[in-house]
DNA sequence: TTATCTTTGTTTTATTAATAACAACATAAA
DNA sequence: TTTATGTTGTTATTAATAAAACAAAGATAA
């Protein structure tokens, strides 16, 4: 499968969520329409994602869930599985501790890294908080390939070098400046304050 | 000023958020190319959306910071200002409640709600936190017009109706399911665990 | 049996976004 | 003065993404 297109993968990711809850209510089919209402697109966006990953439906009945379920996690999960270290242990790497928690079989956080003294040792929903000196040791001990940038801006860039040192393969980062990683490292920036002012912006001219 | 395309948009927040620390390190003019560093882009793209927001710059010295900042502040803020709430002060929610304080001057988290009560009452980041049972009294008491949602996935959905029924104008949804707002609000999902599945995906592939 | 309806799968078209190309201009150097 | 250099502003082109259009197929009903 040659690498499908940046915004199928993320909804195919978006697909996958919500058919698990189909799946534990019961529901064996879906149609595209279905789909497409969930997450406010169309049926045919929902269609053509889904011809990309080779899937075919049943014409009276849909999709069939669980084989959907199933062929997306082929597509999206690595069959070893992936381990993910978050570092920075503030309000916001806790909350992804927690969200993360037991969420995907394939993919898990397994590692927390902090400067902070008194969270170093310290157990959240599951993780260990580790003092980021032993970032390298760690992430190398533990076969972690992702890693989650979860610190203050003036420590972001920093961080991103030790772990390119580190032979990470791919980086999220949610703190507010851009960091600067090589070509083959696969790095996604998120910025909040953006996120809410583009909101502010066209909210503005609402009536 | 006819809208801006999204990504027009969401590029000039982080331009103006980097231009402002160049303002404090006494940096008076900028290049495309250095703003395009920053930000992994290219120089013809920063042009291309400064041009769209009719500024121009010096032919030798490039562009002068104060003078862009102040223009992007023209664009993207509303002049009256706009206050914000923010659903749900779990980790979450108190990240972004962090996050946003003192961040800009025309946009001002100016309440918090919660269901727990062991945190209605309490500051966190100089915001208040209110019992949900007040939402609508308090969004029209302090005129907020955007609102965060940070609470559990099982919640959003009746959260984002009472924001409806409350008369916000804007949403930026941080649940992991979309809710369904009507035509005339704007609304901004973002999915962490989309997110972190993406970079999954991509990074799988590296070497 | 035949017609109708609904849904899938796929091609075509339209929209949006990014990149490339280049004229215009100011400064500095020759 | 003339030429070279480097930058902006803008148009033209290309690429990515989404939407529309529609044939094919199977179920249902007449």
């Avoid at 049943?58 to 082929?74: D, F, Q």
């Avoid at 580790?130 to 420590?155: E, T």
Wanted: net charge positive.
């Amino acid at each position: 499968m040659s690498t499908l297109p940046d915004k199928t993968v993320e909804r195919l990711s978006q697909y996958r969520r919500n058919l698990l809850i189909c799946d534990a209510k019961g529901k064996e089919h879906i149609f595209s329409h279905e789909i497409a209402n969930i997450h406010h697109i169309t049926p045919v966006q929902v269609r053509r994602d889904i011809m990309l990953i080779g899937y075919t439906g049943t014409l009276r009945k849909g999709y069939n869930v669980k084989e959907l379920v199933a062929l997306i996690g082929e597509i999206l999960d690595k069959p070893e599985g992936q381990n993910v270290a978050i570092i920075g242990a503030g309000n916001l790497g806790r909350a992804l501790m927690k969200y993360f928690k037991n969420r995907r079989e394939k993919l898990s956080v397994v590692a927390a890294f902090d400067n902070n003294p008194e969270k170093i040792g310290t157990i959240y929903a599951n993780v260990e908080v580790f003092p980021i000196s032993q970032l390298k040791q760690i992430i190398s001990d533990k076969k972690i390939s992702i890693a989650i940038i979860s610190v203050p801006v003036d420590n972001a860039a920093a961080i991103a070098d030790s772990l390119v040192e580190a032979g990470i393969k791919g980086i999220l980062n949610f703190s507010p400046r851009p960091v600067n990683v090589p070509e083959h490292i696969y790095l996604e920036e998120y910025d909040m304050i953006t996120s809410l002012e583009k909101v502010a912006y066209f909210a503005k001219n609402k009536n």
